[in-house]
T-cell receptor, first 112, second 111 residues
Framework: DADVTQTPRNRITKTGKRIMLECSQT?????MYWYRQDPGLGLRLIYY???????NKGEISDGYSVSRQAQAKFSLSLESAIPNQTALYFC???????????FGPGTRLLVL | RKEVEQDPGPFNVPEGATVAFNCTYS??????FFWYRQDCRKEPKLLMS???SGNEDGRFTAQLNRASQYISLLIRDSKLSDSATYLC????????????FGGGTRLMVKP
């Protein structure tokens, strides 16, 4: 089984709809991250959390919110989706002291 | 100016060739450096960390030039399976937890 899972893997939604992307991990890591990837722009950090009570904005947090329900779960919400939020979204985890981030398989989101 | 810049490519090379990618970063306070590999429609995975003295992992060699703020990746004896996008990644802290990604360089290895 994958260590970092994301649901759904693909989602098509309409402008103005609220959607939630979910991430779960079995690696036992404290730190979790949400990124979006757009062609040619690389991955950009949306939000990150260093433990269950910790939420931090990343580079592009406007229009997004997150919830860290447990050590193993980190959800990303789009309160009112807009077309320029169409992207590939990745969740990642890392250990406190090590550099490597482990990514989930990604969620492809299309906002019409 | 992007914080981490890479030539997007694609680099088209024959099997067995040696290919090199460069990456430049803008923040001189950057502490940690990495190359990640991303296959088409897949998640990024760590290929190797980059150390000040340079480091090698099999056919892959990474170099760091702090004075010029660039990082390189050399792949020798290219394999078809090396075809992927290579992401240059930097971090402002030594734990590497806050990562800044380049846009990636696409490599296509042909038979």
């Amino acid at each position: 089984d994958a260590d970092v899972t994301q649901t759904p893997r693909n989602r098509i939604t309409k402008t103005g709809k609220r959607i939630m992307l979910e991430c779960s991990q079995t690696k036992g890591h404290d730190r979790m991250y949400w990124y979006r990837q757009d062609p040619g722009l690389g991955l950009r950090l949306i939000y990150y959390s260093f433990d269950v009570k910790d939420i931090n904005k990343g580079e592009i947090s406007d229009g997004y919110s997150v919830s860290r329900q447990a050590q193993a779960k980190f959800s990303l919400s789009l309160e009112s989706a807009i077309p320029n939020q169409t992207a590939l979204y990745f969740c990642a985890t890392s250990d406190v002291e090590k550099a490597t981030q482990y990514f989930g398989p990604g969620t492809r989101l299309l906002v019409l | 100016r992007k914080e981490v810049e890479q030539d997007p490519g694609p680099f088209n090379v024959p099997e067995g060739a040696t290919v090199a990618f460069n990456c430049t970063y803008s923040n001189s306070a950057s502490q940690s450096f990495f190359w990640y590999r991303q296959d088409c429609r897949k998640e990024p995975k760590l290929l190797m960390s980059v150390y000040s003295s340079g480091n090698e992992d099999g056919r892959f060699t990474a170099q760091l030039n702090r004075a010029s703020q660039y990082i390189s990746l050399l792949i020798r004896d290219s394999k078809l399976s090396d075809s992927a996008t290579y992401l240059c990644v930097v971090s402002l802290n030594n734990a590497g937890n806050m990562l800044t990604f380049g846009g990636g360089t696409r490599l296509m290895v042909k038979p």
